[in-house]
C-alpha cells in the first residue's frame, strides 16, 4: 500500500474481519519464526504441545521463551503425542478454531498488543457478519456441516504450514551471528510443483525464497527461486524441495519417529543434534 495507514486497514479488513484471525496474533508469532526459524524454544509454530511434537527434546518439558512457559509433558500430552502421526489430518481439519482461541487469548491479555482497539472492533465484525449467515441455513445439522467445510477447506493451508518446517532440522537456542541465514535453509522445505499449480500454494512452496525476502511479493517467488537454489550450492548448504506427496510423507515419517519415542519413556531423550538429525529428521 501507499501508506501505513492503508497497509493497517488492510489488515484488518482480510485478518481480522474477513477471517476472525487477529492480525496483531498473526505478526507477533509469525515475526518470531522468521527470526528463530525452526528453534524449539523460540519458534511459536512448533510449540503445539500436548497435541504435536516434532522433537522428542519435548519430551523433557522445554521451556518457551516465546510464551514465557514450561511446554509440559504430561500424561495428556504423552498419549496425545503416541498417537500423532494418525491424528494429523484430523486435527488440521479443525485447526482454525486454535487460531480463534489463541486471538482471543492475546487481544485480552495483559500483553501489550498494538492497535488493540481496532483487532477487537475487526474480531466483533467476524463474530457478528459469520454467526449470522451460518444461522441463514434451515436446520441445525446443515449448519453444523457448513462450519465444518468451511474449516476442511483452510485445512489445505495449515497442512502447507507444517509441510515447510515439520520435518525439517530443529534445534534449541536462537541463530546468532551469521547463523540465520544457515537456519533458515536447514528449516525450510519447498514444494516442487508446476507454474499451473502456484494458485494452490499461494507462494507458501517456495517456503526458503519467503523466508530469505519475506517481504517479496509471492509473484516474485519463482523468480528468485533459481538464484538461491544456485547460492545454496556455493556455500553448499541445504537446498530441499519435495514434491507435496513427498512432503507429507516426510511429514508423517517426523511425526511417527516421536509419536513411537513418546511411547517409549525407556528410551532417553537426545542428548545430541547428530542423534537428533539421524533418528527424527532424518
Not at 203 to 210: A, D, K, P, R, T
Request: aromatic letters at 14%; proline letters at 5%; one cysteine or more.
Amino acid at each position: 500500500m501507499s501508506s501505513r495507514g492503508y497497509n493497517k486497514l488492510a489488515q484488518i479488513l482480510s485478518g481480522n474481519c474477513l477471517t476472525g484471525i487477529s492480525i496483531a496474533w498473526w505478526k507477533w508469532t509469525h515475526n518470531a519464526h522468521h527470526i528463530a526459524c525452526n528453534s524449539l524454544d523460540h519458534d511459536p509454530d512448533l510449540q503445539h504441545i500436548p497435541v504435536f511434537a516434532v522433537s522428542s527434546r519435548f519430551f523433557s518439558s522445554i521451556t518457551s521463551s516465546f510464551y514465557g512457559r514450561k511446554l509440559n509433558f504430561d500424561l495428556l500430552a504423552r498419549f496425545l503425542i503416541s498417537y500423532q502421526h494418525w491424528t494429523y489430518y484430523p486435527v488440521m481439519i479443525v485447526a482454525r478454531v486454535n487460531l480463534f482461541i489463541q486471538t482471543f487469548l492475546l487481544l485480552f491479555s495483559s500483553r501489550k498488543v498494538p492497535d488493540r482497539a481496532f483487532n477487537i472492533a475487526g474480531i466483533l465484525v467476524f463474530w457478528t457478519w459469520f454467526p449470522l449467515l451460518v444461522s441463514c441455513l434451515p436446520n441445525w445439522p446443515e449448519r453444523f456441516m457448513f462450519v465444518l467445510t468451511s474449516f476442511a477447506v483452510t485445512s489445505i493451508q495449515h497442512v502447507q504450514f507444517t509441510l515447510n518446517h515439520f520435518s525439517a532440522n530443529v534445534y534449541v537456542g536462537l541463530p546468532t551471528g551469521n547463523d540465520w541465514f544457515e537456519k533458515q535453509t536447514s528449516g525450510t522445505i519447498d514444494i516442487s510443483c508446476s507454474s499451473m499449480m502456484d494458485w494452490f500454494f499461494g507462494g507458501l512452496q517456495f517456503q526458503l525464497e519467503h523466508h530469505l525476502f519475506p517481504r517479496l511479493p509471492r509473484c516474485h517467488l519463482r523468480k528468485v527461486s533459481p538464484l538461491v537454489r544456485e547460492l545454496c550450492k556455493k556455500h553448499n548448504l541445504p537446498y530441499r524441495s519435495l514434491s507435496f506427496l513427498e512432503a507429507n510423507k516426510s511429514t508423517i515419517r517426523t511425526l511417527r519417529t516421536a509419536a513411537l519415542q513418546a511411547r517409549d519413556l525407556t528410551n532417553p531423550a537426545p542428548k545430541n543434534l547428530l542423534w537428533e538429525a539421524i533418528n527424527t529428521h532424518g
